[in-house]
C-alpha cells in the first residue's frame, strides 16, 4: 500500500455526488499544501509554489467530510495516491489523443488540525437495524462546526 499523509488547506468548494447505480456518495475536494525552507545564503525561510492535491472520499465517510470541512479549513488527510488519468480523444484529423496523467488521493482519513483552528466533534449515530453496513444510514443531525 502507498499510503500518506498530507497537511494543508482546503482550497475549493468541496462537491458531492451521489453514484446512479448504487447511491453512495462521493466528495471531491483539492488541498492546497503551502511549505518554505530555510536558505542560508539568504539566511531567512523562503517560500515555495503551491502544491494542490485532489482528494476523493466515498460512502458515509464522504457525508461525514461534506457535512464538516469548509474551504479555508487546515486538513491532515491520510490516503492512498491512485491513478486518475484518462485520454482526451481528439476530433482533428491525423491527430493523436492526448493521455491526460493526473493523480488522486482516495482518502482513508480526514482529520480537522488543531493547530490554527477549534472544532466541535459530534458522533455520527449509526442505524443498528442494518448490521455490517458500512455506509450507514442514520446521521447526526448536526455536523461539526468550526469555532472561532
Given at each position: 500500500?502507498?499510503?500518506?499523509?498530507?497537511?494543508?488547506?482546503?482550497?475549493?468548494?468541496?462537491?458531492?455526488?451521489?453514484?446512479?447505480?448504487?447511491?453512495?456518495?462521493?466528495?471531491?475536494?483539492?488541498?492546497?499544501?503551502?511549505?518554505?525552507?530555510?536558505?542560508?545564503?539568504?539566511?531567512?525561510?523562503?517560500?515555495?509554489?503551491?502544491?494542490?492535491?485532489?482528494?476523493?472520499?466515498?460512502?458515509?465517510?464522504?457525508?461525514?467530510?461534506?457535512?464538516?470541512?469548509?474551504?479555508?479549513?487546515?486538513?491532515?488527510?491520510?490516503?492512498?495516491?491512485?491513478?486518475?488519468?484518462y485520454t482526451k480523444?481528439?476530433?482533428?484529423?491525423?491527430?493523436?489523443?492526448?493521455?491526460?496523467?493526473?493523480?488522486?488521493?482516495?482518502?482513508?482519513?480526514?482529520?480537522?488540525?488543531?493547530?490554527?483552528?477549534?472544532?466541535?466533534?459530534?458522533?455520527?449515530?449509526?442505524?443498528?437495524?442494518?448490521?455490517?453496513d458500512q455506509q450507514?444510514?442514520?446521521?447526526?443531525?448536526?455536523?461539526?462546526?468550526?469555532?472561532?
Amino acid at each position: 500500500m502507498n499510503e500518506h499523509t498530507f497537511h494543508g488547506t482546503v482550497g475549493r468548494e468541496i462537491r458531492i455526488n451521489h453514484s446512479q447505480r448504487s447511491g453512495v456518495a462521493v466528495v471531491n475536494f483539492s488541498i492546497a499544501i503551502n511549505s518554505r525552507r530555510f536558505d542560508k545564503s539568504k539566511g531567512h525561510y523562503v517560500e515555495r509554489p503551491t502544491v494542490w492535491k485532489d482528494v476523493v472520499v466515498f460512502g458515509q465517510f464522504a457525508e461525514n467530510v461534506y457535512d464538516t470541512l469548509t474551504t479555508g479549513m487546515h486538513v491532515t488527510i491520510t490516503g492512498e495516491e491512485v491513478d486518475d488519468s484518462y485520454t482526451k480523444e481528439l476530433d482533428e484529423p491525423g491527430r493523436d489523443d492526448v493521455v491526460i496523467r493526473r493523480t488522486k488521493i482516495e482518502a482513508r482519513d480526514v482529520a480537522v488540525s488543531l493547530r490554527f483552528q477549534k472544532a466541535q466533534v459530534e458522533k455520527v449515530q449509526r442505524s443498528r437495524e442494518q448490521p455490517g453496513d458500512q455506509q450507514g444510514n442514520g446521521r447526526a443531525t448536526t455536523a461539526p462546526q468550526p469555532l472561532g
